[in-house]
C-alpha cells in the first residue's frame, strides 16, 4: 500500500498561500513559516502530518500528495479547511 510523508502550511485565503510559497521559493524556511502563520496545530511542529496512506486526509490533499512531486512546495490547495501549501517530503508505491 502506498504511504506518503508531507508537511503543510494552512492559511485562510488563496493570497496568504502565495505570498508564504514565494517566501520559501525565495529561501525562508518552511517549518518557520509553518510555525509562524499556519492554522493547523500540525504547524507548531513546522507543519509536518507524518506519515500516512490514500484515504486519510481529505480528497483535494490526498490527490496532490499522492500524484505531486516529491520535494516542491506544491499549492495552494483548497479544501474544506482553507489554503494548504504542500510539501511532500516521502513516498512509497
Avoid: W, Y
Avoid at 481529505?58 to 483548497?78: A, N, Q
Amino acid at each position: 500500500m502506498a504511504k506518503a510523508s508531507a508537511r503543510h502550511i494552512l492559511v485562510a485565503s488563496s493570497e496568504a498561500c502565495e505570498n508564504l510559497k514565494s517566501q520559501i521559493e525565495a529561501g525562508a524556511d518552511f517549518a518557520e513559516i509553518a510555525k509562524k502563520h499556519s492554522t493547523c496545530p500540525s504547524g507548531k511542529q513546522g507543519g509536518g502530518l507524518g506519515s500516512f496512506s490514500p484515504g486519510q486526509m481529505v480528497r483535494e490533499f490526498d490527490e496532490v500528495v499522492f500524484s505531486g512531486e516529491v520535494g516542491k512546495v506544491l499549492g495552494p490547495v483548497k479544501t474544506q479547511f482553507g489554503f494548504h501549501l504542500i510539501e511532500i517530503t516521502d513516498r512509497t508505491a
